[in-house]
């Protein structure tokens, strides 16, 4: 069965520390990766996927197909930074309609 | 463009009562799905559809319906609601022409059934 684990439910950092949010996850193949994030009062909406190898508002994130992890990182915190951020994974080819989600990781700035 | 769209915004069932969740989209997006999301849980899978007339079930279908009888719609019926359905409900629509893929959620329908 696929599954994504986010092994943090909160993690906290100081402006200007370096940010890594964990993503592992269980698939037998070569899924597709997605990072979500969710600021306050806003939608769900993507950050990034791995396919496209984009760099957004300073994040990035290195698929590790031999310890199946997608962590996102960012080399400087800030605090518009501060939302929930879900990890997703979808069979090959599917694209993103076919979602299966993390439970999250709320990540907070401390100004 | 309104996006995704989603009403009601609150609703309040008693167990045993049905109602539908409507979901419109304005982007004619080929794709749509349903996600619930629980407390301290990611958003799972409820149902989707790869066009009009398609549909297909997601990881918890029980106790939901779905059809897709036009591109911008895809409702989602609760026959009999249970207590166990009380969650937020988030509709969302993609694309993938063009070699894009970026799905488009709704604001979500905050569902209680006592």
Redesign the interface.
């Known amino acids: 069965a696929q599954r ?1 684990t ?1 092994p943090e ?1 909160l993690l906290s950092v100081f402006k200007g520390a370096p940010v890594e949010l964990k993503c592992n996850y269980s698939y037998s193949g070569s899924p597709e990766l997605f990072w979500y994030v969710q600021y306050s009062r806003q ?4 950050l990034l ?1 791995h396919i496209s190898r984009e760099s957004i508002k300073g994040f990035t994130a290195d698929l590790n197909k031999g310890e199946t992890s997608f962590h996102l990182k960012k080399p400087f915190a800030q605090e518009e930074d501060s939302a929930m951020y ?1 990890c ?1 994974l979808s069979p090959p080819g599917a ?10 990781t709320k990540l907070s700035v401390i100004p | 463009n309104a996006g995704v769209t989603q009403t009601p915004k609150f609703q309040v069932l008693k167990t045993g009562q049905s109602m539908t969740l409507q979901c419109a989209q304005d982007m004619n997006h080929e794709y749509m799905s349903w996600y619930r999301q629980d407390p301290g849980m990611g958003l799972r899978l409820i149902h989707y559809s790869v066009g009009a007339g398609i549909t297909d079930q997601g990881e918890v279908p029980n106790g939901y319906n779905v059809s897709r009888s036009t591109t911008e719609d895809f409702p989602l019926r609760l026959l009999s609601a249970a207590p166990s359905q009380t969650s937020v409900y988030f509709c969302a629509s993609s694309d993938q022409t063009a070699g894009t893929d970026t799905q488009y959620f709704g604001p979500g329908t905050r569902l209680t059934v006592l």
């Open positions: 994504v986010q439910k939608r769900l909406q993507l996927r879900y997703a694209g993103s309609y076919q979602l299966t989600f993390g439970k999250g």
